[in-house]
């Protein structure tokens, strides 16, 4: 059973866009939302990740959007370039023990 | 500076022999743990390990074993291999309340 359910399953955008990725959590105990970004080969990277005491979070171009009454939480990714190219994955866990439960991941393709 | 490494990259493995893929981080993180990708699955957690000495099962621990004897290994076990452990296997390390590193990650085929 997935605990972290994530849409789309991939995207493609054309630079300068806006990519946007959902993703939806059952678990009420969950108290941090961490983005990562993985690159084909490559182990997954913390992206930005984000804590339910606050609505959204920016990073330069990626910014987290949070609804705790909702259960919901999405990734926006502004002006998107051919680098950010990925998959991404949302991804959730108790403060706990840090235990990742990942959506099942989108992935992004940005057209020149 | 290291991080996260894992060895070996690649392993072809014949049904029902075993294994160890071995994980190690030099960042002295008290939390590592173990996670399996398959496609359109996303990461699930395998094993994790709080400190040396301290481990745990998580979400899909049935074939696997592990142990923790050092704050920088973590190594994981496969004994009997079977065909539905082919996966991608990424290593994770975390000091409390931060952010997880992970390794390259190693790509298991079992024929």
């Known amino acids: 059973q997935q605990q972290v359910k994530q849409s789309p399953q991939s995207l493609i955008v054309q630079k300068g866009g806006i990519s946007i990725i959902n993703c939806a959590y059952e678990n009420t105990a969950f108290d941090y939302f961490p983005w990562y970004q993985q690159f084909p080969g490559k182990g997954p990277a913390l992206l930005i990740a984000?804590?339910?005491?606050?609505s959204e979070k920016k990073e330069g171009r990626f910014t987290i959007s949070f609804n705790k009454s909702a259960k919901q939480f999405s990734l926006h990714i502004m002006d998107s370039q051919p680098g950010d190219s990925a998959t991404y994955f949302c991804a959730a866990s108790t403060t706990n023990d840090y235990k990742l439960s990942f959506g099942a991941g989108t992935t992004v393709t940005v057209r020149a | 500076n290291a991080g996260v490494t894992q060895t070996p990259k690649f392993r072809i493995l014949k049904i029902g022999q075993s294994m160890t893929l071995q994980c190690a981080q030099d960042m002295n993180h008290n939390y590592m743990y173990w996670y399996r990708q398959d496609p359109g699955m996303g990461l699930k957690l395998i094993y994790y390990?709080?400190?040396?000495?301290?481990?745990d099962k998580g979400e899909v621990p049935n074939g696997y074993n592990v142990s923790r004897s050092t704050t920088e290994d973590f190594p994981l076990r496969l004994e009997l291999a079977a065909p539905s452990q082919t996966s991608v296997y990424f290593c994770?390390?975390?000091?409390?309340?931060?952010?997880?590193?992970f390794g390259q990650g190693t790509r298991l085929t079992v024929v």
């Open positions: 984000i804590r339910p005491d606050v």
């Open positions: 390990s709080v400190g040396a000495g301290i481990t």
């Open positions: 994770a390390s975390s000091p409390v309340g931060a952010e997880a590193f």
